[in-house]
């Protein structure tokens, strides 16, 4: 044997047992613990939300939970923005910096932040101002001009928690969520009880528990940013020349899956925007363990990818979407049988006759657990230009399929164009990851010989 060949397999040996020990870390119990407290920050999020969407649908009527929810898709698609320009970049980028240069990148990450907050609440301004002279659900004014103030504080959580996420601080996440929680809750148990909770009221409520926890949160963690205007603005570009087909995929992403209330709205009323809000309500019961796995997942393919290269990411990715399809696949057969009672219970007898559509929706939300993991492979490697394309999908039936399926059956054909929706994305997104994976493989083991 010669020595090059002797020297070739000495060191696959060496890296066999290095991913073999990377490996067995992965199931550690740091690991463990940390997946646990992810799944627990995730439990009080999901409850938080949950029980915010319960006191407004029993105390409120139909139309004022529906004007909650056209209000929480404005705030959802300012956090997919937020996600796509800061948090995304943020997440795979910080693992690589230490120390002063970490601080930096932190220090650019808060002032990001700060912008995108400015310019969502000029929009939002200006969206008032058309609201005023007669465009749009007239009931949807002062939604619009409380989340001009408390739409910075909601995002500025999402920052904190993302930038807890990145550097695995899960312990830390789940006591800053819990705060918040305890603050949200109690004040809009004392609307209800005293007759004033609206969906106004309820977004000035979680604005300030949102404002008052992360302004003590930062007030504590301000060693860790390092301000400097120069280098925000270097950040920046750096950021978008990777995370621009990121905004531009979850701009798509948003648009397809936001704007099934405001189409419901359109055709159907206010009213029946709410009984989408209720269903998608009973449908978070399952976001507890889907979101918490996924605040754990979406680092750490970053980190596995950052250690241990292409391949280790291809089987880590595999066996995540294996085990996520399994789980929500029986969660979501489970919720089949129970999702109608479930909603008369929870939000009362005015919601009586919908469980199909939570049914519907859970199906659909299997596919998008599995598609998660391909999406963030594909922000790992830096080919988030590929989901960019696959989400032209979603909003191609949305506007097709989606808006007849709306119009014509309400809730539940919305419902249907969701699920439609998510899995011919997840297909691509499997098909996509498959691809390009592979050729990243073929392209080192070229390079080594």
Request: glycine content about 10%; hydrophobic content about 55%; charged content about 10%.
């Amino acid at each position: 044997m010669s020595d090059s060949l002797r020297g070739n397999s000495l060191e696959n040996g060496i890296r066999k047992i290095r991913f073999a020990k990377r490996s067995i870390n992965l199931l550690s119990m740091l690991t463990l613990r940390k997946g646990w407290f992810t799944l627990a920050n995730q439990g009080v999020v999901s409850a938080t939300n949950f029980l915010t969407g319960v006191l407004i649908g029993r105390f409120c009527t139909k139309e004022e939970f529906g004007l909650y929810m056209l209000g929480y898709s404005i705030v959802f698609f300012v956090m997919d923005i937020q996600t796509s320009l800061i948090s995304t970049p943020y997440m795979v980028y910080s693992p690589r910096l230490k120390g002063d240069s970490l601080r930096l990148y932190n220090g650019s990450s808060l002032i990001h932040q700060l912008a995108l907050s400015a310019i969502v609440m000029l929009s939002l301004v200006s969206s008032g101002v058309v609201l005023s002279f007669g465009f749009g659900p007239s009931g949807l004014i002062p939604v619009v001009w409380a989340l001009v103030i408390t739409i910075s504080f909601i995002t500025f959580r999402e920052f904190v928690r993302r930038f807890c996420f990145a550097g695995l601080r899960m312990g830390i996440a789940l006591l800053f969520d819990f705060c918040v929680a305890v603050i949200q809750i109690c004040g809009l148990f004392l609307l209800a009880k005293f007759g004033f909770l609206s969906a106004t009221c309820a977004y000035w409520v979680v604005g300030i528990a949102c404002g008052v926890v992360g302004g003590g949160w930062f007030l504590l963690n301000r060693a860790s940013f390092k301000i400097q205007i120069h280098q925000s603005i270097s950040d920046l570009i750096h950021n978008w020349t990777f995370g621009k087909w990121v905004f531009a995929s979850g701009i798509l992403w948003a648009i397809s899956m936001n704007l099934y209330p405001w189409f419901l709205t359109l055709f159907h009323g206010t009213a029946s925007a709410g009984v989408w809000g209720v269903c998608l309500g009973v449908l978070s019961l399952l976001n507890v363990p889907l979101t918490g796995v996924q605040n754990f997942l979406g680092p750490k393919i970053a980190n596995v990818y950052t250690v241990d290269g292409v391949e280790a990411l291809r089987r880590f990715v595999f066996k995540a979407c294996l085990v996520l399809g399994l789980v929500m696949g029986f969660l979501s057969f489970g919720l089949f049988f129970i999702a109608g009672p479930l909603l008369v219970l929870i939000y009362g007898d005015k919601y009586s006759g919908y469980g199909l559509v939570v049914s519907i929706l859970a199906f659909g939300m299997v596919a998008a657990s599995i598609a998660f993991a391909f999406s963030r492979a594909l922000f790992a490697m830096e080919r988030s230009d590929v989901d960019f394309k696959v989400n032209f999908i979603p909003l191609f039936i949305l506007l097709t399929c989606g808006v007849w399926l709306v119009r014509s059956f309400g809730p539940i054909g919305a419902a249907f164009g969701l699920l439609l929706a998510n899995m011919a994305a997840t297909a691509v997104r499997f098909a996509s990851f498959a691809y390009i994976s592979r050729s990243f493989s073929s392209k080192k083991i070229l390079s080594r010989t």
